[in-house]
């Protein structure tokens, strides 16, 4: 087997897969699981990636694997509060003490998987009885055919141990793997790799609030938005963490003080190592957290490194107080409020994910006062819909220490801005809101009851009727009236802060099976238009197939009206369309229908409406003429980035060739079609201006 599928050892455990079965080890116990039918058919299975490559996107075809439950570690799951709950997640506090100081306290995860080479120990929170079992696999064979990073888990464990690739190679009596398909070690080598090093992992995963969970191993990897994926309080200072970026790819950085606004993300990939990467996890999900295992590892080496990462847990500690105490700032007692500060009457906070258009611009201009940053710290949160809610910026005062804290606060600010300045921003109100439903196309996906979504949050809530006896492949978009929700036409993102679904059976379905059945939803999602022309935004909720189903009972219960799941409506998840409001670089495309006399003697031009030149479109056009090319923004606008909401106009110019009168030209559109993101201008043929979205929206990415 290839050394890529080590890669496995840390993801298989988050999929309930234990040591024994991630490797194919024999177990007495996995012929009759495995016939026993329970498992989860067409899953499919990620593999983290550490070195780069644009040829797999980290998808292994999907086969089906058996999942028997353990006896010795059930769980007392109600068939319908399970899918409405969820573990509690607690940030770590900077003022905590930490047990011992590489992260062993005892804690009890519940949402915790064991792999390695040794059992786990009964001091470790008790987690003997979390061991997963599963039959065999051939899990191995789907990643060998894959070109996979074969290095990923050696690169890992050096950086957790504090050693280095070369010295583990060593230790394992492994050489370097190369890359490319069925390059790496076999099966049986990888075996004695992990036993020679005797090295156990613990990972710490993430059920999901809106699925329903039965009792027995954890069968998903739920990924969280980094926002609200906080560990739980023990674990060390110093990680991994597996993440699933927007592009779909799962990657495995090394963290620090994970559960802190001080965390930091680095790259482990050779050649990268130590390149912050704490910005792609800020958008991005967090699925993993990976730490060894010191009570269950048996291996000399191993634990022969346990007073260096003692150390560097020592050490990313005292980083955390030092960026703590530099972000302590506290505003005076009398202060001037920031122009367009609104501050909440409850708590007086200020919520920075809503801060105004005007102040949000005037902050990435550096055009605050150190003590107008100082102010807005001080009284600043984020809003994270969740378990952990809102939370804030700052801490306790700290003594002045001059211009540089002032100055390093401002570019915290900004820091803290950026993450929602394109939505919150352009985008903090909207004037429509959809509830966009649709059932999976799984033969057995429908359902004979009825269904109904209520939207809630601060601000009200609204009960939407979806279906009733929808059939697999249900779709629908139903608009929200806000009016009646929330009192207003309008109303701004945070509004909504969960959607709980509910079912109910038909009351004249008597006969066993034609009521309170399961049915399967492949996605949810809230659409809206912002108040700003132009802009969307949209928040997928639930993106992978899930399962639900009334809980029926006893007489009447089966045709009452039951929740079955709630599904929190995060910040982070809101995207824009487009997803900036800035662009240096606008192609246009230029077409005649290519129809007889569709041509023009005439000279053609464009322009817009705030524009300083106009732009030559061709002279004496013949039918389908078509033209194509880049504005000059800097001649066009003044400046090489412009605001996409400034350009509302598009001016189609023609000169006249005769004496006397122009020629009639059939206008097919303006667009452009090789980039990702389109705009269509339709216009009349006649027509010599009109309104429309920009022409072509490309973002800066700093």
Known sequence: MRPSELVLLVHAAALGLPWAGALGVPDSNAGAAARSGDGLAGMPIRSPRCQGTDAHPGLVAPRHLGYPLVASHQRSHAYVGAAARVASIHGRSEHETDGDADGERDVGFDDTNYVGTSGPTTSSGGSAGRDQVVPSTDIFTWLYRMDYPADCFFVMTAALLGTSIAEIYEITGMPEPRRGPGNGIDEADMHVAIERLGLSYRMYTFRGIEEFQPSGPIRHVHCRWNTVAFPRRGLPRRLAVTILTVDGLFHILLATNVGTPYARFTDLRPGRVGVDRTRLVRNSRVCEYIFVDFDASAGSFVQAQRPRVRQMNRDAQVEAQHAEA?????????????????????????????????????????????????????????????????????????????????????????????????????CGQVATLDFDFRLSHHWDAGTYDHIQATLSGPAGKITLPVAYAPDKGFHATLPVDLQAAFGSNVTDLNSIRTVTLAARGEFWKLLAGTRNDGWQVQAISLQAKCITPGFKVQNDILTKPTTYQHPGGWFLEPFTWADVGTINVTQPGWYMTPPCTTIDRLEY????????????????????????????????????????????????????????????QVQILETYNTYFFSDKWLFKGMHRERLSLKALLDAHAAAKAFDSRPLVRICRRE
């Open 326 to 426: 530099a972000a302590r700032i506290s505003p005076p007692v009398q202060y001037e409020p920031v122009p367009g500060m609104a501050v909440d009457p409850h708590d007086g906070t200020v919520n920075l994910a809503s801060l105004p258009p005007q102040l949000t611009s005037r902050i990435f201009a550096d055009l605050l006062t150190p003590d107008q940053c100082a102010i807005l710290l001080a009284l600043g949160v984020t809003a994270a819909s969740g378990p952990l809610g809102r939370r804030s910026i700052s801490g306790a005062s700290l003594p002045e220490d001059g211009t540089k804290v002032h100055v390093n606060g401002c570019a915290r600010l900004r820091a803290i801005v950026m993450e929602s300045k394109d939505v919150s921003a352009v």
């Open 589 to 648: 495309e230029f077409k005649i229908d290519d129809k007889s006399r569709a041509g023009t003697d005439d000279a053609l031009s464009f322009t817009f409406s705030q524009g300083k030149t106009k732009i030559a479109l061709g002279e004496d056009v013949p039918s389908g003429y078509a033209i194509s090319d880049v504005v000059n923004l800097k001649s066009m606008f003044g400046t090489e980035r412009v605001d996409i909401r400034n350009i509302t």
